[in-house]
Every structure is written in structure tokens, then in C-alpha cells.
């Protein structure tokens, strides 16, 4: 069932999991995602960049996409469509007007009351709609930023300032993760995690999942972590086993069968990450 995230990410905090938000890039992304996540009876989050939505036609296009996939392969788990990184309150509105169920404002390159004030306008259009909300406070970096670099760390004052003024439903500090691989050993500050969920109370969101060791993800559970955001890992898998195909199949040239290269090792992805994570066979209790 297409929802929002309130239920998903409320009932992760209490049952201490969390609930992946995978990036989708295309129509066999999203079938991939959708059948392995059901053959688990898990939840899932289908994550949507803008440059993901622009590639794919537009965030009509993805909701349509989404819809009847989920109509056409009989999806009954929990599923919520969700933007990633609206960097607008102009652009979540977009989402949000054709159909999403989620969106992340992410306003963290402006100043705190800046982001205090876009957050809030957007908290003001979603909740309405029964859409959820999900914003940033410092940054979390990116390939683009250098070698691990860009990370602002989140400041406990700033979540709880920020938080309570927008009354945003989920919150995603920066602490330590970057989006795309790792030049180096992730450093998550994990006492601030924790001091963060208890001052906020709000599910928290972990960016730039992929890369992040197994023990990491464990800890950053236990420290208040509901979500956790990957794209690089299923995009690294799935490329792997495309690679392959066209290495050893000199006569393939059907792009369905060389685009199916890659669903093995993106669905074994899938499951590692829901084995990991705690949610096989939980979208039932939901
Ligand atoms: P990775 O690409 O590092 O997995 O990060 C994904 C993400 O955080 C999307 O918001």
C-alpha cells in the first residue's frame, strides 16, 4: 500500500530497526525493489532525487510508474514514495501535487533560520495533504565536496530549535556520512546521534547508507536511526552484473536482457541491507 512514512518510521523507533529508503533510477529499478522487498514482507521507501524524477520524466511520471507497478505485481507491503532532497519548497510542492507520499526539504546550505522558515512553509503545505516531512540540519557531504569532506556536524541546539519550530515529522543530521563511496573510514559521531533522539524524539534518518560498515549501521540503530538512505551499493551491484554480461555475452544486444543482468545482485543487495537493517517479515505487524 502507497503511504506515507509516519506509521513506517514510528513503528521502526519503537520496535528498534529501520526502514531503507533505496533511490529508484528507472521502471526495472523499481520492479527489482518493489518484488524483493515483498518476497520479505518488508517495508520500503522509494527514494526520488530531482535529477532522478528529470530523468525518469518528470514526478508525474514516477508516481504513475509507481502506482501501477504496484498495482500490476500485487504489492501489499507498506510503501512510501518519497523525495530526496528537495532542495525548494517550490519543488516539494511539485512532488507532493502529483501524488508523493513523503518529501525531505533540504534547505541546509541556508542559514538555520533561513531553513527554520522553508521547512516550516513546507511542514504548512504537506501535513494537509498527509504527506510527511523530512528536513536536514548541517551537511552531509558528497563526492563533490573532496575527500569526505563538506560534513557540517549537526549541533544538538540547532535539531531541537529547528525541529521545534517546523514540526517536521523526521529529522536527518549530518554526522558524519557522506553521499557515493567513502575516500576513507566513515566517522559517525554516535554520542551525538543519541543525545539528538532524546532531545528531538523524532525518528532520525541516516544519509549516505552505502559504505557504512554492518557494526556502524548497528549502532547507529540502537542510537535513534529509523531510516537509512542507500543508492550508491544497489547502483554498484546492478552495474557488476551488467559488466559482466556484456564482458562474457559478445552477442547480447537486447537491452532487456542486459538491463535483467543486473537484478540478481541488486536484489541480493536488497536483502543483505533487510537482513541488516530488521525488517524481513515485519510489514505485516505494521
Ligand atoms: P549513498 O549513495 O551513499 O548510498 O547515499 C544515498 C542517500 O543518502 C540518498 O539520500
Not at 553521499?179 to 559521531?189: D, R, S
Given at each position: 500500500?502507497?503511504?506515507?512514512?509516519?506509521?513506517?518510521?514510528?513503528?521502526?523507533?519503537?520496535?528498534?530497526?529501520?526502514?531503507?529508503?533505496?533511490?529508484?533510477?528507472?521502471?526495472?529499478?523499481?520492479?527489482?525493489?518493489?518484488?524483493?522487498?515483498?518476497?520479505?514482507?518488508?517495508?520500503?521507501?522509494?527514494?526520488?532525487?530531482?535529477?532522478?524524477?528529470?530523468?525518469?520524466?518528470?514526478?508525474?511520471?514516477?508516481?504513475?510508474?509507481?502506482?501501477?507497478?504496484?498495482?500490476?505485481?500485487?504489492?501489499?507491503?507498506?510503501?512510501?514514495?518519497?523525495?530526496?532532497?528537495?532542495?525548494?519548497?517550490?519543488?516539494?510542492?511539485?512532488?507532493?501535487?502529483?501524488?508523493?507520499?513523503?518529501?525531505?526539504?533540504?534547505?541546509?546550505?541556508?542559514?538555520?533560520?533561513?531553513?527554520?522558515?522553508?521547512?516550516?512553509?513546507?511542514?504548512?503545505?504537506?501535513?494537509?495533504?498527509?504527506?510527511?516531512?523530512?528536513?536536514?540540519?548541517?551537511?552531509?557531504?558528497?563526492?563533490?565536496?573532496?575527500?569526505?569532506?563538506?560534513?557540517?556536524?549537526?549541533?544538538?541546539?540547532?535539531?531541537?530549535?529547528?525541529?521545534?519550530?517546523?514540526?517536521?515529522?523526521?529529522?536527518?543530521?549530518?554526522?558524519?556520512?557522506?553521499?557515493?563511496?567513502?575516500?576513507?573510514?566513515?566517522?559517525?559521531?554516535?554520542?551525538?546521534?543519541?543525545?539528538?533522539?532524546?532531545?528531538?524524539?523524532?525518528?532520525?534518518?541516516?544519509?549516505?547508507?552505502?559504505?557504512?560498515?554492518?557494526?556502524?549501521?548497528?549502532?547507529?540503530?540502537?542510537?535513534?536511526?529509523?531510516?537509512?538512505?542507500?543508492?550508491?551499493?544497489?547502483?554498484?551491484?546492478?552495474?557488476?552484473?551488467?559488466?559482466?554480461?556484456?564482458?562474457?555475452?559478445?552477442?547480447?544486444?537486447?537491452?532487456?536482457?542486459?538491463?535483467?543482468?543486473?537484478?540478481a545482485n541488486i536484489k541480493q543487495a536488497i536483502k543483505a541491507k533487510l537482513e541488516l537493517l530488521k525488517t524481513i517479515n515485519i510489514a505485516s505487524n505494521n
Amino acid at each position: 500500500m502507497l503511504e506515507n512514512m509516519k506509521n513506517m518510521l514510528n513503528c521502526a523507533k519503537n520496535g528498534k530497526y529501520a526502514v531503507a529508503q533505496f533511490n529508484i533510477n528507472n521502471l526495472e529499478w523499481t520492479r527489482f525493489i518493489l518484488e524483493e522487498c515483498q518476497a520479505n514482507n518488508s517495508p520500503v521507501i522509494l527514494g526520488v532525487s530531482e535529477g532522478a524524477a528529470r530523468y525518469m520524466g518528470g514526478y508525474k511520471t514516477v508516481f504513475g510508474l509507481v502506482k501501477n507497478l504496484m498495482e500490476y505485481l500485487n504489492i501489499t507491503i507498506p510503501v512510501a514514495l518519497h523525495l530526496d532532497h528537495g532542495s525548494s519548497y517550490e519543488v516539494c510542492v511539485e512532488a507532493i501535487d502529483a501524488g508523493f507520499t513523503s518529501v525531505m526539504i533540504d534547505a541546509s546550505k541556508y542559514d538555520l533560520a533561513t531553513n527554520i522558515e522553508i521547512t516550516k512553509k513546507v511542514v504548512d503545505y504537506a501535513h494537509p495533504r498527509n504527506v510527511t516531512v523530512e528536513g536536514e540540519i548541517g551537511h552531509i557531504g558528497g563526492n563533490e565536496d573532496g575527500v569526505n569532506g563538506g560534513i557540517l556536524y549537526a549541533e544538538v541546539n540547532d535539531c531541537v530549535e529547528y525541529c521545534t519550530k517546523t514540526d517536521l515529522d523526521f529529522l536527518a543530521p549530518a554526522l558524519g556520512s557522506v553521499h557515493g563511496p567513502y575516500k576513507g573510514e566513515p566517522v559517525l559521531a554516535f554520542d551525538r546521534m543519541s543525545e539528538i533522539k532524546e532531545k528531538t524524539n523524532l525518528p532520525l534518518v541516516l544519509h549516505g547508507g552505502s559504505g557504512i560498515y554492518d557494526d556502524q549501521i548497528r549502532q547507529a540503530i540502537e542510537c535513534g536511526i529509523c531510516k537509512l538512505n542507500i543508492n550508491t551499493e544497489l547502483q554498484q551491484a546492478w552495474t557488476l552484473g551488467v559488466r559482466e554480461k556484456l564482458n562474457t555475452d559478445a552477442n547480447v544486444y537486447d537491452p532487456r536482457k542486459v538491463i535483467k543482468a543486473g537484478e540478481a545482485n541488486i536484489k541480493q543487495a536488497i536483502k543483505a541491507k533487510l537482513e541488516l537493517l530488521k525488517t524481513i517479515n515485519i510489514a505485516s505487524n505494521n
